[in-house]
């Protein structure tokens, strides 16, 4: 049985070429970039390199690029470094409430230091609402964070619309767009972020290294202390291979944006026709158009979400029961329950992400393995209503 990976919200494998670009770093052209030798210099060389190629990709001047160890780092900088640099003019932030644990549990930390916090609610779809964030804003607001794109949904945030709410005001504006890197254009200045996270491992680049573009300019507050690796904004030795890989894994990504998602797109759409079609009992989650090409989150009535990724897991399937970072949790995902979604069902929701190297026959055969397990969990499960008719819908010809 071939395994099938539909998980490409938790981590993409790294694209050939930027594994090729990456490996002369870890052993030929080893040397630390703060060195002032040859090695050293040629080091320091690659990472300017890549610090060029990630500004031009979103729209930035290098100087407003920072090199981290991954997207949660760069969000827990943009929103505590935000916090305290910002304190002496408010201590009042606003983020969404469907924003990743990276930022939601800076968020409680910084509530227990005395900032205070508003989530701002989302809709149905989990867009968030507008008009509600717009009410929430009040004189001591120093900061506003909404994600570019949900990891759970993949619902598309307003995030123009939120930028210029927060510039009228003078408030700064932080953008997650580790979900969106890679299936949609960024540029900074359109999106009128102050500041935007990125993830190398979601765009086929490597894990453990990530991106905080900070608007020249903006005054941010250092979180990692230790040396004067990135312009002090930063301590620590910079992970040379790893952002040499993600520089090329965003340059091959803004190459080939619309074809990816063009191809993550269709076998989603096929994926959730299919599912709709054949399946009783099934949710769609998330917004029907305005959402990331490659994610299809779907509640299945009647059945645990921890006992249908298990099941997937033994039928070869790799799908994730909403965020990553959380799943194995038992605790239903908060992003669902901000949506309205009520508490069984959201227990029962499964995201399902496609992705480069996915084709239509794995999407036929994961529907087909599907809807086994479906019917089968629902035999057993005690939730299951005698009277309903425990079957699958053929596929129409
Ligand atoms: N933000 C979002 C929206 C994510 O989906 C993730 C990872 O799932 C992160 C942040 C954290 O990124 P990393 O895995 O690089 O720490």
């Known amino acids: 049985m071939r395994n099938i990976y539909f998980d490409h919200a938790a981590t993409t494998p790294v694209h050939p070429r930027v594994l090729e ?188 290294v990530g991106v905080l573009y900070v608007r020249s300019g903006f005054r941010l507050a250092r979180l990692v202390a230790g040396g004067h690796q990135e312009r002090g904004m930063r301590g620590g030795t910079t992970n040379v291979p790893g952002v040499v890989g993600l520089a090329e894994a965003l340059r091959l990504a803004q190459e080939t944006l619309e074809e990816n998602a063009a191809h993550a797109a269709a ?48 039928a070869g399937i790799a799908a994730s029961g909403g965020s990553a970072c959380s799943s194995g949790s038992p605790e239903p995902s908060h992003v669902l329950l901000a949506m309205g979604v009520p508490e069984g069902l959201a227990r029962s929701s499964i995201r399902f992400s496609f992705g480069r190297g996915n084709t239509a026959e794995e999407v036929d055969c994961a529907v087909d393995r599907l809807k086994e397990i479906v019917v089968r969990l629902r035999a057993l499960s005690p939730l299951f209503p005698k009277d309903l008719k425990n079957e699958v819908f053929p596929q129409e010809a």
């Open 267 to 314: 076998l989603r759409d096929r994926f959730v026709s299919r599912v709709r079609r054949e399946i009783p009992f099934v949710e769609y989650n998330g917004h029907p158009e305005r959402r990331l090409p490659g994610n299809a989150n779907f509640s299945f009535r009647y059945i645990g979400g921890e006992s249908l990724l298990f099941n997937l897991d033994l």
């Open 21 to 208: 670009k990456m490996l002369p770093y870890f052993s030929e052209h080893f040397g630390n970039p703060n060195s002032p030798h040859a090695f050293g210099r040629r080091a320091a060389c690659a990472v300017d390199e890549a610090r060029d190629a990630v500004a031009a990709c979103i729209g930035a001047k290098p100087s407003e690029i920072y090199f981290t160890s991954g997207g949660t780092e760069a969000d827990n900088w943009a929103l505590r470094g935000a916090a305290h640099a910002l304190a002496d003019r408010g201590r009042h932030l606003i983020v969404s409430a469907v924003e990743h644990p990276a930022v939601l549990s800076v968020a409680a930390e910084l509530e227990r230091e005395g900032f205070e916090v508003t989530r701002a609610p989302v809709d149905a779809y989990g867009a968030v609402d507008l008009a509600a964030l717009q009410r929430a804003i009040r004189p001591d607001t120093v900061f506003i964070g909404v994600m570019a794109a949900n990891n759970e949904v993949g619902t598309l945030q307003p995030v123009k619309e939120v930028a210029a709410l927060a510039a009228a005001r003078g408030i700064a504006f932080f953008t997650d767009a580790v979900q969106a890197a890679g299936a949609m254009k960024l540029d900074v200045k359109e999106l009128g972020a102050d500041m935007l996270s990125l993830s190398g491992h979601k765009f086929y680049g490597p894990k453990g």
